[in-house]
């Protein structure tokens, strides 16, 4: 079978830290899943994700894309993250243009469309994640849950095949939380395939057809919910057997 993202023993380790962050991470991706990530922080989720499509370049172990190596040149990273699109936890990482209409033109204008077809691409994704009315508005005047729509309809303006999602839904509140899900269902049905990194364990359960778990770098587990919210060795290194609550000092 050939995935269409497959991670396969990665290693990195950033500059001045003793510990890697990635230490053997592999991970096969097909079409059409919706993905939760799981794991404490510093357990390797973001590292992971910025080398799905090439920001980080492994040290050891390689990354396929339809079962080809990644080259790691100009040409095929651009031709990667046409197709692998990362979308960070802080909007404002990815808007930088003055209006919303200007964020959503950038990516394809600069895949080289015509006027025609960067129009039909930002009317589809205005439509998809609800901000038509956005379109006119600048950037810096949205508020938080309109940024996020709006940073992601800037990705899918690129049509990608996988979405990654790098603790999208952390900040949200729970009406634009839904609002977030709803347009992932709309995407899975296009046959879209999305990673969602979250430490919202319920949002693995009930969500996700499949659930990373890492730890150290590495990943721990890959199945269904039902497995792996029943695998001994997960439940030991998540404490989920603890009761999740702040305690308070009497």
Not at 80 to 96: C, S, T, W
């Amino acid at each position: 079978m050939t995935f269409l993202l497959e991670l396969e023993n990665l290693h990195y380790g950033y500059p001045g830290q003793s510990k890697a962050a990635l230490q053997g991470a592999s991970l096969q991706i097909a079409g059409q899943q919706k993905i939760a990530v799981i794991g404490r922080n510093g357990s390797g989720k973001s590292t992971l994700f910025l080398h799905c499509n090439g920001i980080l370049r492994p040290t050891q172990g390689k990354v396929y894309f339809v079962g080809q190596p990644l080259s790691y040149n100009r040409q095929a990273l651009r031709e990667l993250r046409q197709k692998v699109a990362l979308i960070f936890q802080n909007p404002e990482d990815q808007l930088f243009s003055a209006s919303v209409l200007q964020d959503l033109s950038f990516g394809p204008l600069n895949l080289g469309l015509n006027h025609a077809e960067v129009e039909r691409r930002i009317q589809n994704v205005a439509e998809l994640c609800e901000i038509t009315e956005l379109l006119a508005r600048p950037t810096h005047a949205l508020s938080g849950g309109e940024k996020t729509r709006v940073a992601l309809a800037g990705i899918l303006a690129m049509e990608p095949e996988i979405i990654v999602a790098d603790e999208l839904i952390s900040s949200l509140d729970p009406w634009m939380r839904r609002q977030v899900f709803t347009i992932f269902q709309r995407l899975i049905k296009q046959g879209k395939t999305i990673l969602l990194a979250t430490h919202d364990l319920e949002v693995a359960r009930n969500w996700a057809d499949l659930v990373v778990v890492m730890d150290s770098g590495q990943v721990l587990a890959f199945d269904t919910p039902e497995k792996i919210f029943t695998n001994a060795t997960v439940i030991e290194k998540l404490n989920l057997n603890e009761p999740w609550y702040i305690p308070f000092a009497s």
